[in-house]
């Protein structure tokens, strides 16, 4: 593994405001909140503490947020995809002039179905993320078209096609089916809902992470003080742009030391973070973290990241398996969870840490630390968990 501190971070009493506030301002995480707590089956996943694990690790606490329960979608995605989702059907509506304001509840009840059933949303995925917008779509009543490349999983196309969505499959990585939806979705006059922002493209990257505060929310809500450290995975960059940006306004100067993790391969963030510039990273980028499999890091999230992330952390699939392996067969005492490949690389980095002193005495790691960690998935695809795990999810 690797690990670097950003140079470029803000101090910790600084307030949240400039380049971080204009691009997630705290009224978005709000509004997200306010609407996705009244959706059919939502309740907040849980904080489960592994004391066992914390022990033989040498840290005072290790704190889980398992989000594989969401909305029965096995990961935290449907807060962004669907709510983003919601949003564009919203300024559609707005935009041909039928009505001004719309909710879940809304298009739940079947208004306007008929002028929903006429947009279609478009999305490139490494499987997670183009479920949620395929579930958006479906819940809401609009068509989806959801582009993956070679690299995905048949288990994963089968879970996005499930939901009626049209599934195309481009060859290349996840930066060449982003590339290929945009392109296609102008043609055909489809809306875009994708995580990674790019010059103009902001609002929906704006609205998929102000969904995914929802996580951080819940969080400080369940938390009796806040952590001192937290690891999040980062892909583009979305969720932990927003858990960082919500932590901020939330707890200011006591918010807790944050890391961000990458595979080693596909390390467009820690690249950045290094450089205080976006970086793009080309090549071979796919990983077993194959939601991470990503070379390009949201502007967006960056504007937030530059600031809020303390340091980054690049880590090798092995410590990603070993992270969902010791998951299920945890140290006795501790409650055995189903986690994906990339909450498994939140357990792994925290076992490649622990070989490593020096790296952690970069972060102030030690036996005081609460560690909180974003468990971002459970099995979304049961085939490729047996397979590293040694058994099927239970």
């Not at 793009?280 to 809020?308: K, N, Q």
Request: proline share 6%.
């Amino acid at each position: 593994m690797r690990l670097v501190r950003n140079p470029h971070a803000a101090p910790r009493q600084s307030p949240y405001s400039g380049r971080a506030a204009a691009a997630l301002p705290p009224a978005a995480f709000a509004e997200a909140e306010r609407e996705i707590a009244n959706w059919p089956g939502y309740v907040a996943t849980p904080v489960i503490a592994l004391e066992r694990l914390a022990a033989e690790l040498g840290l005072g606490a290790i704190l889980y947020k398992d989000e594989s329960g969401r909305f029965g979608l096995g990961s935290f995605k449907p807060l962004g995809g669907a709510y983003a989702v919601l949003r564009v059907l919203a300024r559609e509506l707005h935009r041909r002039g039928i009505v001004d304001d719309v909710t879940a509840v809304d298009l739940l009840a079947g208004r306007w179905r008929a002028a929903v059933a006429d947009i279609t949303v478009a999305s490139a995925t490494d499987g997670n993320h183009g479920r949620a917008v395929a579930w958006g779509a479906s819940l809401f009543g609009c068509r989806a078209v959801i582009v993956i490349h070679e690299h995905v999983s048949e288990g994963r196309k089968t879970a996005i096609e499930k939901f009626g969505a049209t599934v195309v499959r481009v060859p290349g990585s996840y930066d060449d089916s982003v590339r290929y939806a945009f392109a296609e979705a102008q043609r055909q006059g489809w809306h875009v809902v994708q995580d990674t922002s790019v010059g103009d493209y902001r609002e929906v990257p704006r609205d998929i992470t102000a969904g995914y505060g929802v996580v951080a929310g819940e969080a400080m809500r369940q938390l009796a003080e806040p952590p001192t450290h937290v690891i999040v995975p980062a892909g583009v960059g979305g969720l932990a742009s927003a858990v960082a940006a919500r932590f901020w306004i939330g707890w200011g100067e006591r918010r807790p030391v944050f890391v961000t993790l990458e595979p080693s391969q596909a390390d467009c963030v820690f690249r950045s973070l290094a450089a205080g510039h976006p970086i793009e990273v080309t090549g071979d980028i796919d990983s077993v973290m194959a939601g991470l499999s990503c070379g390009v890091v949201s502007e967006l999230a960056f504007d937030v990241l530059r600031d809020a992330a303390d340091a980054a952390i690049a880590l090798e699939d092995r410590w990603a398996i070993a992270g969902m392996q010791r998951l299920a067969r945890p140290v006795a005492g501790d409650p055995p969870i189903v986690g994906g490949e990339c909450a498994g690389g939140a357990i792994g980095a925290l076992l490649a840490l622990a070989a490593e002193p020096g790296l952690r005495r970069e972060i102030a790691l030690d036996d005081r630390s609460r560690v909180l960690l974003i468990g971002t998935e459970g099995a979304t695809d049961p085939e490729i968990y047996e397979r590293l795990v040694g058994a099927p999810p239970a």
